[in-house]
């Protein structure tokens, strides 16, 4: 049992690392490139470029320690058919979910918008779950596979603060699991619900989880393997 202690609000916390996972979500060229869904709602997507680097270098601490690594992506059939209306019908019409653009059509699966950016691509024996709503666990097989390998802890990652990563973690949290999110490795196309999603997971003493960065972590992980 290898354990390690990271610094984290409202406070530090020990893990055991066979029970830790490092889960990435929606890290896609539709949400981080121009051309994809999030520049056709109108979005600076530069601003989730400043995430990048951070979760490239826990991914690669991640793979180093052996942690279990698990890449979320949001996106529909090309049917749709797992799309609901009330999200597909907002904004112009020429620009919504499974309409043509720059990367194929948006948020489609399969379509190369929809993929992983190359800086965090999954390797083999990585899941990705494909996910068709905002949390990771909404309609996925995700808890079972968790469950599976008996991870406790979730130390969470990716793209966009206030919607998804705070819509995994509150489903997280209520299913038990403990969550860390690692505040320089998320983002949003607006900081200050970026830092608003962050203060209401760590908000009266862990209401939904703890709040880290990446170099406590990356610390924890090189002390943890001496």
């Not at 709602?41 to 995430?51: E, H, K, T």
């Not at 130390?155 to 206030?162: A, P, S």
């Amino acid at each position: 049992m290898q354990h390690a202690t990271i610094e984290a609000e409202p406070t530090p916390l020990s893990i055991d690392l066979d029970k830790t996972a490092v889960v990435i979500i929606d890290m896609q060229r539709d949400f981080l490139e121009p051309g994809g869904f999030g520049a056709a709602l109108g979005n600076d997507v530069s601003r989730l470029r400043a995430a990048v680097s951070p979760c490239r270098e826990v991914l690669a601490a991640a793979r180093q320690a052996g942690l279990l690594v698990i890449h979320t992506r949001e996106g529909h059939r090309p049917d749709l058919s797992d799309a609901p209306p009330l999200k597909v019908e907002r904004g112009n019409p020429a620009l919504r979910i499974g309409a043509p653009g720059p990367m194929g059509r948006i948020l489609i699966r399969g379509e190369p918008g929809h993929d992983i950016i190359p800086e965090l691509y999954p390797i083999a024996g990585e899941p990705v779950i494909d996910k068709p709503g905002k949390g990771a666990f909404c309609q996925t097989d995700l808890e079972l596979m968790l469950r599976n390998r008996g991870i406790e802890t979730l130390l969470v990652c990716g793209v966009t603060t206030e919607v998804c990563v705070n819509t995994t973690v509150r489903e997280a949290n209520d299913r038990g699991f403990r969550c860390i999110v690692i505040a320089d490795c998320c983002a949003s196309y607006f900081p200050e619900f970026h830092d608003m999603g962050l203060a209401m997971i760590k908000a009266q003493g862990g209401i939904f989880g703890w709040v880290s960065a990446s170099k406590p972590l990356l610390n924890s992980l090189a002390v943890a393997a001496r």
